[in-house]
């Protein structure tokens, strides 16, 4: 009996090994994009992965693990706006991650997409980083975020519609001025 | 469909394969370069929403995790180990209640199991004898001491009588073995004179610390081994 306790404890310490690697990117790039912090979004990864280490006997379908892991780290971001509620102010002016160092022009335009993004509002956003970083269809975003498929399809319309605007208004030369 | 309906699906989900807008897209040129642009647009974006990850980040979620279940493991065996140490203390506890708990309400009961308990371990014929020294040595437990021999004495040991250090005594009767028990007073126990069942008979003589019990056959004669015990004991204080 110990020895298979120790041999389960070993195959879930590799499946969880291969889960963070396969999935730590996207998780906390979609961290990232909900909380615009990257400092609260590694500690979120962070408790996310710890809780889903305690909870990995209940995952069976490999396939299912990113949404199940988005799943968890949506928990525990509303339970970080539970705990300390005071910090919301940080979250209402988005400081948009700093890649202007290597200013290649593709650099300056990822720059200037993200602080727009940053500027959507975060039910606009959510579901369009879902759909376009994690690949999920209108019905999958409408079940992880608990709404409705035609809510999903309205609100992905309006943050592309929102965002196209921008595009349209900003100068052909925009790179320039910004920053 | 009309244009609005169509911008709005592709907004939605540039790269939706419908039917409907698939064949939207057949009879109008411009609507398929607008899905075109839309799809481009998904495509600067994707790139833009590829923040870098910080360095490490991977190993340090393996990290934490085995530090966290290590941490768990050490937590895990510690209470086992209070498990165990408190399930021990229990069996200690329900072993010494058991034994020590009072199962008899009174002197004679308890007696006449105790000698049934031990009828095989002696006979009338043993050709044991204890001699009075031994057996007043014995007696210095209970502060006594006998002047002159009751009989032959076949076995003087200490015994638990119903949980309290007692003198157990079985000396040579007439048709079989006579028991006399020497016993510290117990509020427990209630304290009756005259026993006995189908074949055995008891009396008990109560001194000031000290309780004697005879229990013989009923050929003996108690009174007489009574009246033995009583002109020959002699308690110091």
Redesign the interface.
């Known amino acids: 009996m110990p020895s298979q306790v120790s041999n389960n404890m070993a195959t879930k310490q590799v499946r969880?090994?291969a889960l963070?690697?396969a999935l730590?990117?996207d998780l906390?790039?979609y961290a990232?994009?909900l909380t615009h912090d990257?400092q609260v979004s590694?500690d979120l990864?962070?408790e996310t992965?710890?809780r889903a280490?305690r909870a990995l006997d209940s995952l069976k379908d490999e396939k299912a693990a990113k949404s199940w892991l988005i799943t968890i780290l949506r928990r525990e971001n509303a339970r970080r706006f539970e705990r300390k509620r005071f910090e919301m102010s940080e979250y209402e002016e988005a400081n948009v991650?700093d890649?202007q160092s290597t200013s290649t022009e593709?650099e300056i335009?990822?720059h200037w997409?993200?602080e727009k993004?940053a500027q959507l509002p975060p039910e606009y956003s959510e579901p369009?980083?879902l759909?376009?970083?994690g690949g999920y269809s209108?019905e999958d975003i409408a079940t992880m975020l608990n709404l409705n498929k035609n809510t999903v399809?309205?609100r992905?319309?309006r943050a592309?519609?929102q965002?196209?605007e921008a595009?349209e208004k900003e100068p052909v030369t925009r790179g320039q001025y910004n920053g | 469909m009309d244009d609005l309906q169509y911008r709005r699906s592709i907004y939605a989900d540039p790269t939706c394969q419908d039917a409907d807008i698939l064949a939207a897209q057949q009879a109008d040129p411009a609507k398929k370069e607008f899905a075109q642009e839309l799809i481009q647009l998904d495509e600067r974006l994707k790139r833009a929403m590829q923040v870098p990850v910080p360095d490490g980040l991977c190993e340090k979620l393996i990290l934490r995790q085995t530090l966290a279940s290590h941490q768990q493991k050490k937590r895990k065996s510690r209470v086992h180990l209070a498990l165990a140490a408190s399930v021990a203390i229990i069996a200690g506890l329900t072993v010494n209640y058991l034994q020590f708990s009072n199962s008899f309400t009174n002197l004679g009961d308890y007696a006449l199991a105790h000698v049934y308990h031990e009828k095989n371990d002696f006979s009338n014929d043993d050709k044991n004898q204890i001699s009075l020294t031994s057996l007043n040595q014995k007696m210095i437990a209970f502060n006594g001491s006998f002047e002159q021999s009751l009989g032959q004495l076949i076995s003087a040991d200490y015994c638990r009588f119903d949980g309290m250090k007692s003198l157990h005594l079985v000396f040579k009767g007439i048709t079989d073995t006579v028991t006399v028990f020497v016993v510290p007073k117990n509020e427990q126990l209630a304290f009756n004179k005259y026993f006995s069942d189908s074949k055995l008979q008891g009396e008990s003589i109560d001194f000031k610390n000290t309780n004697i019990i005879v229990i013989a056959d009923k050929n003996e004669s108690l009174s007489q081994w009574q009246r033995a015990i009583s002109d020959n004991v002699t308690w110091s204080i």
């Open positions: 969880y090994e963070v690697r730590h990117t906390y790039r990232y994009w990257k590694e990864v962070q992965f710890l280490w991650m890649t593709q335009e990822n997409l993200r993004m369009l980083v759909q376009i970083l209108g399809m309205t992905l319309f592309r519609n965002l196209k595009l």
